[in-house]
Every structure is written in structure tokens, then in C-alpha cells.
């Protein structure tokens, strides 16, 4: 089994920063792919950003240049550095791992952008 905790959430103003954090346990293998989504109230969920196990990565259009989604291996840790937050930033965000065809979930961290 794999547990996903997520952390970093808040309230910041148009145009600030924060760091989500995706802690994961139990049975990690070095092979997988971790994904952070969004959820906003009333939308569906999108993908945000994802990076491989050689830490390839990929970006959604609406935040790439504005957000950089990093994994520390050691710590089985990724991040995702969200700079320039916009209203429309604000959701939910879930961090995902798929590995040997398995796909589990994190409970989400609220991310408010507002003035």
C-alpha cells in the first residue's frame, strides 16, 4: 500500500507563492510517476504537472512559466512551487502516484488565491 500526504495549502494574494509538498510511504518503488491535479468548486479535475521517476516533466498550459513540480527520491517527497498565483489558481490540489499500473491519491490541500 501507498499513503499520499499533502501539505503547503493556504490563502496567499494574487501575484505570491507557496510550495505544495506530497509526502509518500509505504511500498515506493523507484519506477512511477507523480502528479499533482486541481479541483476547483463546480469544475472537473485537471491535471497540473507530473514528472517521471528520471524526472522528466510535464506542465499544463495554464501554469506552465508560473509553476515548477520537483521530486527529491530520498525523501520520496515531490513539490510543486506555484509562483505569479492567479484568482483562478484556486482549488483543491491532489497529488497522484501510479506505479506497476497501480494509482493512488492523496486527501488534498486547499489553495485560496484571493486579495
Known amino acids: 500500500q501507498v499513503q499520499l500526504v499533502e501539505s503547503g495549502g493556504n490563502l496567499v494574494q494574487p501575484g505570491g507563492s507557496l510550495r505544495l509538498s506530497c509526502a509518500a510511504s509505504g511500498s515506493i518503488f523507484s519506477i512511477n510517476i507523480i502528479s499533482w491535479y486541481r479541483q476547483a468548486p463546480g469544475k472537473q479535475r485537471e491535471l497540473v504537472a507530473r514528472i517521471t521517476w528520471d524526472s522528466t516533466t510535464n506542465y499544463a498550459d495554464s501554469v506552465k512559466g508560473r509553476f515548477t513540480i520537483s521530486r527529491d527520491n530520498a525523501k520520496n517527497t515531490v513539490y510543486l512551487q506555484m509562483n505569479s498565483l492567479k484568482p483562478e489558481d484556486t482549488a483543491v490540489y491532489y497529488c497522484?502516484?501510479?506505479?506497476?499500473?497501480?494509482?493512488?491519491w492523496g486527501q488534498g490541500t486547499q489553495v485560496t488565491v484571493s486579495s
Open positions: 497522484n502516484l501510479v506505479q506497476l499500473r497501480n494509482s493512488y
